[in-house]
């Protein structure tokens, strides 16, 4: 496959999984704005902006109004961006693909008008998670499980692990301290984490209702069954990474040992251990992904043209 392709098919997954991350987390924290203590609303917007990627301190007063501007721009931008990705690989994808990717793109413009998207927000977060799940199973379905698709997966769960690791992270910064005893307010903040990784009823099939923050923390992080799990993400990341490793006269024995330290730090290590110090742990998970990144890069993407030469 052309570099180029890749590159495209990569981003496209990326910038879809982002737009559907950010739709989940707003329509969620929507939600709790209706059960929630309104002294906090501030605080939890604050945090929201910061989970998905708001590097600038915004006030407690001004969070809300932020976090709605920020999220609209987040799933327009990235809608638009992984639409553009896919129009320049047209032939690697399907054709219902396309069709599907584009009619996201209008309808989320027309839903994302500033008249639209403040007074009916629900509806533009609604449609890009439904269509994102949409186009995860057209794609399945419709597109040949070859070096392609496997660079769509790469994509998509390099997203959804980075994004994961940083949602718990803050969540867990702001509400975790161990011993303490979870008040009423505290279960509808720890069922708006659940809910935020589409995870309160997989969870309760496990645990039943029983909230607490380490079994949350277990769920998410380490469970390998459920499909917004950091561990699920990580082990599906490291089996289409194989994949391309084995379709590919490029090889690369760094990019794997990566692979590898990313699935043994979170088989492995012990909950006690990462809760001691889950910030660092959550650091370490995306310093390793961040590696992935750009050995992908140099590796398929932007290698030297000799090494391209000898393959």
């Known amino acids: 496959m052309l570099s180029r392709a890749a590159d495209n098919l990569y981003w496209m997954s990326r910038y879809l999984e982002r737009a559907e991350h950010t739709a989940r987390v707003t329509g969620v924290h929507y939600n709790l704005m209706l059960e929630g203590d309104p002294a906090a609303q501030g605080a939890r917007w604050s945090r929201v902006l910061a989970s998905l990627g708001h590097s600038e301190p915004v006030a407690d007063g001004d969070a809300?109004?932020?976090?709605?501007?920020?999220?609209?721009?987040?799933?327009?931008?990235?809608?638009?961006?992984?639409?553009?990705?896919?129009?320049?690989?047209?032939?690697?994808?399907?054709?219902?693909?396309?069709?599907?990717?584009?009619?996201?793109?209008?309808?989320?413009?027309?839903?994302?008008?500033?008249?639209?998207?403040?007074?009916?927000?629900?509806?533009?977060?609604?449609?890009?998670?439904q269509s994102s799940h949409t186009f995860q199973g057209i794609t399945d379905s419709t597109m040949i499980h070859g070096e392609g698709w496997q660079f769509i997966q790469v994509g998509r769960f390099m997203e959804r692990v980075q994004a994961t690791a940083c949602l718990i992270d803050l969540h867990f910064a702001g509400f975790f301290q161990e011993g303490a005893d979870l008040n009423a307010l505290d279960h509808v903040e720890w069922i708006g984490l659940l809910r935020s990784c589409t995870a309160f009823e997989a969870y309760c099939k496990v645990y039943t209702a029983d909230l607490r923050p380490?079994?949350?923390?277990?769920?998410?992080?380490?469970?390998?069954?459920?499909?917004?799990?950091?561990?699920?993400?990580?082990?599906?990341?490291?089996?289409?990474?194989?994949?391309?490793?084995?379709?590919?006269?490029?090889?690369?024995?760094?990019?794997?040992?990566?692979?590898?330290?990313?699935?043994?730090?979170?088989?492995?290590?012990?909950l006690e251990e990462i809760m001691a110090n889950l910030h660092d742990f959550s650091l370490t998970i995306r310093r390793l992904c961040g590696g992935i990144h750009a050995g992908i890069y140099q590796v398929y993407i932007t290698y030297p043209i000799d090494a391209a030469l000898e393959a």
């Open 64 to 129: 809300f109004a932020a976090a709605q501007a920020y999220a609209q721009d987040q799933i327009l931008n990235s809608i638009a961006s992984a639409r553009e990705n896919a129009r320049q690989v047209r032939e690697q994808i399907s054709s219902e693909m396309w069709e599907d990717l584009n009619r996201l793109f209008h309808e989320s413009k027309r839903m994302g008008t500033p008249e639209f998207w403040y007074s009916r927000p629900h509806e533009l977060l609604y449609n890009v998670t």
């Open 214 to 270: 380490e079994r949350v923390a277990e769920f998410l992080l380490m469970n390998s069954e459920f499909p917004h799990s950091v561990r699920f993400a990580v082990d599906h990341l490291r089996r289409s990474l194989e994949a391309v490793h084995a379709t590919t006269a490029r090889k690369s024995d760094r990019l794997n040992k990566l692979a590898g330290r990313l699935t043994s730090a979170l088989s492995y290590t012990p």
